[in-house]
């Protein structure tokens, strides 16, 4: 299950960011305005852009899947210069093919590997306490808000953008 939430669910909502960005492209275009205009926006002064949004969303995901599996030595190493699109999206697709290399049985010990980073001043979490209380909401907390940040600033997208495709099956 933690594959399914780590590598699956986080790649899928990074391919939709994909998207997402996509119609961005397109809504600053049909307006006549740079994009980095839209990556550089912010919903409050205190908040991060919408490049940050990304950057962080990314580092949550491969790093969240590097410590639960055990494999922090193989992350990949993003330099957090991105300012163009190109280097946006090149650095999301990084990490989905990051994402992409973690088999199933990486995270058969995950749930009780204790975890711990240097902001946490000494303190750990059990895998599935990092899994359910850290990474699952960081993730979908700066997803989210690079969504609010793209429809806050009139980009024409809304709730299928940002689930993407569904597994829709017919019943039986």
Known sequence: ?????????????????????????????????????????????????????????????????????????????????????????????????????FSPDAFAASAERRITQPRWNGKSLSGQEFLIQHVIPNFYFHVTTAYAILRHNGVGIGKRNYLGDMPYRDAA
């Not at 580092?59 to 030595?73: H, I, M, N, S, Y």
């Not at 163009?84 to 290399?101: D, F, M, P």
């Open 1 to 101: 299950m933690i594959h399914a939430i780590v590598v699956t669910q986080s790649s899928k909502m990074l391919t939709n960011l994909l998207a997402i960005l996509g119609e961005a492209e397109k809504f600053a275009a049909e307006k006549k305005f740079d994009m980095g205009v839209l990556l550089q926006s912010r919903l409050s002064p205190d908040q991060f852009s919408l490049v940050q949004q990304i950057r962080t969303a990314c580092d949550t995901a491969k790093l969240g899947a590097a410590r639960l599996a055990d494999r922090e030595k193989d992350v990949p190493v993003h330099a957090d210069t991105e300012q163009t699109l190109a280097e946006v999206r090149a650095r999301i697709e990084s990490v989905i093919a990051y994402l992409k290399g």
